[in-house]
């Protein structure tokens, strides 16, 4: 099983609503990422969990919180978004840092 | 700063005909590399990695190059298929980094 699984598929929210993203795999990973994408743009980092605990944050804004509940799960939740951040939202998992990345399908985010 | 690039951001190949998509990074830190496919409404689905203490890499129908002297990779797509029509993105790690760094991507297109 190489499936990194995204919840929802697409996501419609207003600027005062708060959602969450969700991100599943049970490969064993002990890396997990949250990337972003604009169209016709490559993915862009936003934070790297390592063993459950966040390493890197991409000078990420606030109103982007991740959290890491277990090794298999990883969360993005939303709040006071802005109509430009509507992208595609990737999540990948990693069995380490420097071995092959899996993505999810994503979650295309409108904000409106 | 470190930057993974590609030479040309489209590639249009008759089908059957080989396809090669090349990638420059700047990061002379970079020890591992993965090319990716993503096809539209898709997350980046993994087709092959090398390390930088190789220079060539083969699988089935695709074959990745390395050369480290001038920072270059290259991605060749043997007897290009319909199927193969999509973006093509190289990414690179470096421990320090702790992160993949995605190039600008390549759009290939196989024509009939």
């Known amino acids: 099983d190489t499936e990194v699984t995204q919840t929802p598929k697409h996501l419609v929210m207003g600027m005062t609503n708060k959602k969450s993203l969700k991100c599943e795999q049970h490969?064993?990973?002990?890396?997990m990422y949250w990337y972003k994408q604009k169209a016709k743009k490559p993915p862009e980092l936003m934070f790297v969990?390592?063993?459950?605990?966040?390493?890197i944050n991409e000078s990420v804004p606030s109103r982007f919180s991740p959290e890491c509940p277990n090794s298999s799960l990883l969360n993005l939740h939303l709040h006071a978004l802005q109509p430009e951040d509507s992208a595609l939202y990737l999540c990948?998992?990693?069995?380490?840092?420097?071995?092959?990345?899996?993505f999810g399908q994503g979650t295309r985010l409108t904000v409106v | 700063g470190e930057s993974v690039g590609l030479h040309l951001p489209t590639l249009s190949v008759q089908e059957g005909d080989n396809s090669i998509i090349n990638c420059a990074y700047s990061?002379?830190?970079?020890?591992?590399f993965i090319w990716y496919k993503q096809e539209s409404g898709k997350g980046p689905q993994f087709i092959i990695d090398?390390?930088?203490?190789?220079d060539k890499r083969q699988g089935q129908r695709v074959t990745v190059l390395l050369n480290k002297t001038v920072k270059h990779l290259s991605l060749q797509i043997a007897a290009t298929q319909p199927g193969d029509s999509a973006v093509y993105f190289c990414?690179?790690?470096?421990?320090?980094?702790?992160?993949?760094?995605f190039g600008p991507g390549t759009r290939l297109s196989v024509l009939p």
């Open positions: 090398i390390r930088s203490n190789m």
């Open positions: 490969m064993g990973h002990r890396a």
């Open positions: 990061n002379s830190a970079s020890d591992y």
């Open positions: 990414a690179d790690y470096t421990n320090y980094g702790q992160n993949f760094v």
């Open positions: 969990y390592s063993y459950e605990k966040l390493s």
């Open positions: 990948a998992s990693s069995p380490m840092g420097n071995t092959e990345a899996f």
